[in-house]
């Protein structure tokens, strides 16, 4: 699509949004794979819409606060880009486009300090066991938190399970197929931190030696997601330093984490990192499709007892990193295990990085949706590749009365090979 | 009456939240940007209003609104055209359609679907799976275009070829008139007492009003389809082999061609995999599977007497859809060569594939213009992409001309200036290629007998006579 953005003005990160907007034919395919659209149908909320909105602001024919609340109803959740026959990159557009419009940015103050909360808090294991805490008690007293607070309160877990550190390696067992070295992920490792040992786990059992290099922490694409660039490198920098070259592959097992590392090159553009962001964006890997690619050195015994599971694409997994059938492939290498799978696989389940804290209604919206479509196949299981999307579909399992359990597809293989599924 | 100042539109807009549709009418910049173009961006301008509705009722009071304060309207279902049917008019509004998107009934006794016109074409077939049926005009945009835009349009699809148009699938439908009169036209069978009010209406790019209801034939879903894939070396051999398949009395429900950028795009974009060569002919078969089985062997004798290189054939539904996503992905898919392009819709008479194609690369290469092909070649309707960067200075007057060029070169050989995507804004000025002055002085009477105001999508098709009111010509290329 034809184009007056000043290019040359943006300087060197400029073509991160000028290109995909070039590239953009209008042509629509990407309208029914956007949940915001499938959701709100208006063209503003799609797609299509943002980037004609981006666009204009870019070229001074529209002002930016007018575009914003479009933008911001974006899940960031980039099933556009697996629907566009064009090769849009649209995910490069609007996390560019949301960095430079979030500086100095004015929001209201209730809102400002939801965002920092959520940003603070979640990249950081320590502060959100604190904030896990404090928010029990906040529940209590949920009508004296003010309001814009109350999704926040409502989203924290009624209790965290123990701690449970990863060691810092896992030695390959048998023949050493592969190094590698594990992302242990923040919020994850609150949340559910036998994510990060059932990958030690089946890796190792795999052939695979894993280290847990010291020194790492959040990976940054919560912020990098949510246009607050400079806190993301911030957090990358630590990564940067922290992950060996000398390793095969360097392992995530959450989704949004590895989408995030494999952005760092752009996130990096420009500044003397770069080199060093690319080469480690390179070597980024989630688990299911290394895994995959590897081969399994033995499939997992037979199920005693056959087990029906539906399998959740992940955004930041399927259209981020374009991985669906790496865990697919995992799944049914159990022998017994039915694989399902639910209509609209491609439509967002609303989690979406700081999403649901951000736009509650919305979220829960599709929660629900995504939820009652996994239900529709009658599975009695639910695997995904995401902590995001697994804590999501809990909640909205729960809100309809049917908490079948969810698990990370790791962790059904973990299962598996120790015949506790 | 036009509004030119600020008070009275606002007031008119005031009058639209007032039935009913509060935050439904759109009015802020950023809303009104978004709807500035459909699938030609080319064309661009910023609509009065968006008025999203959700009833035929809300249809008929907003049309009825329109018309008492003179304020042209244009419908929008998901804004695909590619003629830009739906851009907006100067100072008018649009009605987006694309929320009415229900099925309304599916009677497999009958063999009919009632559907409201924001229904995704992709969404019938779906809504009717479960009773072994399909709704068969399949535009490739049909994961995304709506049965409105389909009806406006007369659209077809790639299995057009033994299915027939749109036209021929819809049997009846609900219309909100320029005035806002609710008319019915057809009914629930394919003959009717009377003139074909529903056929009238149906390819009229949105003139006579709009559909709010429309009752759609279904097929059954065959029970053996096959799909070959045979690749020439040039495009008028794969013309010629189309040309073979058809004398020897066969009609396969589609025989589409692409050249070799139209593959390179679809392996850039979906990676389906087609056997590379200057041109890829893919024929599919369906019907009962001793028909098809032996309909089969006939087609592929004929394609190697006429001098195929690869040639393959599948049953396997998961080939034949990836065969067909790169098919049907192929224009946009050309955004992978180019950073725009033109995608003219023409037709010649099947016989003279060959000849239009040599010309068309003749016409390109004077230019040094790309031209990638793709098209309905059972049909003989071309789909050159003419491929361009619009950065460069005069590039797409270049490219127009080509258009044009091409368009004239359809017209000379005895076919048509569009076979499904429309005139709209993009080929009112070629339509004098066809038509002589009398033809589109009764086409415009018509038009007038049905809506004097000429409030309906004015500017489209026709170019409105000096008589008419002003206006309704959206910018070309203003702020695109």
Excluded at chain 2, 129 to 134: C, F, P, R, S
Aim: glycine share 10%; net charge negative; aromatic share 4%.
């Amino acid at each position: 699509m034809k184009h007056e953005i000043p290019v040359e003005e943006l300087g060197v990160r400029g073509p991160l949004m000028a290109d995909p907007i070039a590239s953009c034919v209008h042509c629509g395919f990407c309208l029914p794979s956007c949940p915001t659209y499938v959701t709100m149908g208006e063209e503003m909320d799609s797609p299509r819409g943002r980037i004609f909105l981006m666009k204009e602001v870019l070229e001074g024919k529209l002002e930016v606060e007018l575009a914003q609340p479009y933008l911001d109803n974006c899940l960031g959740c980039q099933a556009c880009e697996t629907a566009c026959p064009s090769g849009v990159r649209y995910g490069d557009l609007i996390t560019e486009f949301r960095a430079r419009a979030e500086v100095g940015r004015k929001r209201p103050r209730a809102q400002r300090l939801r965002r920092e909360l959520a940003l603070r808090t979640l990249p950081d294991a320590r502060r959100f066991r604190a904030a896990a805490k404090s928010g029990a008690l906040a529940r209590k007293v949920r009508g004296a938190v003010p309001k814009a607070l109350r999704p926040m309160v409502d989203l924290l877990p009624e209790r965290l399970p123990a701690a449970r550190p990863l060691p810092p390696s896992f030695p390959a067992q048998g023949e050493r197929r592969a190094r590698v070295a594990l992302l242990a992920g923040c919020v994850q490792q609150a949340l559910d931190p036998e994510i990060g040992w059932a990958a030690g786990r089946v890796l190792a059992r795999n052939g695979v030696e894993v280290i847990v290099p010291a020194g790492q922490g959040c990976c940054g694409s919560l912020a990098m997601h949510a246009g607050d660039a400079a806190g993301a490198r911030k957090l990358a920098r630590r990564n940067l330093g922290a992950f060996p070259a000398d390793v095969d592959a360097v392992i995530t097992t959450a989704a949004g984490c590895g989408s995030g590392m494999r952005e760092y090159g752009s996130l990096f553009l420009g500044e003397s990192e770069e080199a060093a962001a690319t080469a480690l964006a390179g070597r980024t890997r989630d688990v299911a499709e290394f895994l995959a690619d590897l081969g399994l050195a033995a499939a997992p015994p037979a199920l005693a007892h056959p087990r029906r599971v539906a399998y959740q694409d992940a955004c930041h997994l399927a259209h981020a990193q374009q991985v669906t059938a790496a865990p697919r492939r995992l799944l049914t290498a159990i022998e017994g295990l039915e694989l399902l799978e639910p209509a609209e696989a491609e439509l967002c389940c609303g989690s979406a990085g700081i999403y649901n804290v951000e736009r509650p209604a919305v979220a829960a919206e599709l929660g629900e949706r995504k939820a009652r479509n996994l239900l529709a196949t009658g599975a009695e299981l639910i695997a995904s590749g995401n902590i995001g999307c697994l804590t999501q579909l809990q909640r909205q399992l729960a809100n309809l009365d049917h908490p079948i359990p969810t698990l990370h597809t790791i962790e059904v293989l973990d299962r598996a090979y120790s015949q506790t599924l | 009456m036009r509004y030119r100042c600020n008070m009275e539109s606002e007031r008119f807009t005031t009058s639209l939240r007032a039935l009913g549709l509060g935050d439904r009418v759109l009015t802020s910049d950023a809303q009104l940007a978004a709807f500035g173009s459909d699938a030609l961006t080319a064309f661009n301008q910023r609509p009065l209003a968006v008025v999203v509705v959700e009833s035929a009722a809300e249809v008929a009071a907003v049309v009825r609104r329109c018309h008492e304060a003179g304020v042209p309207f244009v419908a929008r279902g998901s804004g695909t055209s590619l003629s830009g049917g739906s851009v907006p008019v100067e100072g008018g509004i649009v009605i987006a359609l694309n929320r009415m998107n229900r099925v309304l009934s599916v009677d497999p006794d009958a063999r009919i679907a009632v559907v409201e016109p924001g229904v995704i074409n992709l969404a019938v077939s779906a809504a009717a799976a479960a009773h072994g049926l399909a709704y068969a005009p399949d535009p490739s945009s049909q994961s995304v275009c709506t049965i409105g835009g389909n009806l406006a349009f007369n659209s077809g699809g790639a299995h057009c070829l033994k299915h027939g148009m749109t036209a021929n699938h819809i049997l009846g439908l609900r219309a909100v008139l320029p005035d806002g009169e609710v008319v019915d036209l057809g009914g629930e069978s394919t003959e009717h007492v009377g003139p074909d009010w529903a056929g009238m209406f149906c390819g009229c790019e949105g003139l006579f009003g709009i559909a709010v209801e429309a009752t759609l034939r279904l097929v059954p879903v065959p029970e053996s389809v096959r799909t070959a894939l045979a690749v020439f070396d040039s495009l008028e051999r794969a013309g010629e082999a189309v040309a073979a398949i058809v004398g020897a009395g066969l009609v396969p429900v589609a025989m589409e061609i692409m050249d070799a950028l139209a593959i390179e795009a679809a392996e850039a974009s979906v990676k389906p995999a087609y056997p590379s060569g200057a041109a890829l002919l893919i024929v599919e078969l369906e019907g009962d599977e001793a028909v098809v089985e032996h309909e089969l062997a006939a087609v592929e004798a004929l394609l190697r007497e006429a001098g195929c290189g690869e040639l393959r054939a599948t049953a396997d539904p998961g080939e034949r859809a990836l065969i067909w996503k790169g098919r049907k992905s192929a224009f946009s898919a050309v955004g992978w060569l180019a950073p725009d392009y033109i995608v003219q819709d023409g037709v010649v008479p099947r016989t003279r594939l060959g000849e239009a194609l040599r010309e068309i690369d003749r016409l390109g290469a004077e230019r040094g213009i790309r031209v990638a092909n793709v098209f309905h070649a059972g049909d003989g309707n071309l789909h050159p992409l003419i491929l361009y960067d619009g950065r460069e200075e005069g590039a797409v007057e270049r490219a127009e001309e080509l258009a044009a060029d091409i368009l004239a070169l359809c017209v000379d050989l005895g076919g048509s200036i569009t076979g499904e995507h429309g005139v709209g804004v993009e080929k009112r000025d070629h339509m004098k290629l066809m038509f002589s002055a009398e033809d589109l002085g009764l086409m415009e009477d018509l038009r007038a007998a049905v809506d004097p105001g000429r409030l309906a999508n004015p500017g489209k098709m026709l170019i409105p006579p000096p008589s008419a009111s002003p206006a309704a010509v959206p910018n070309p290329a203003a702020t695109a």
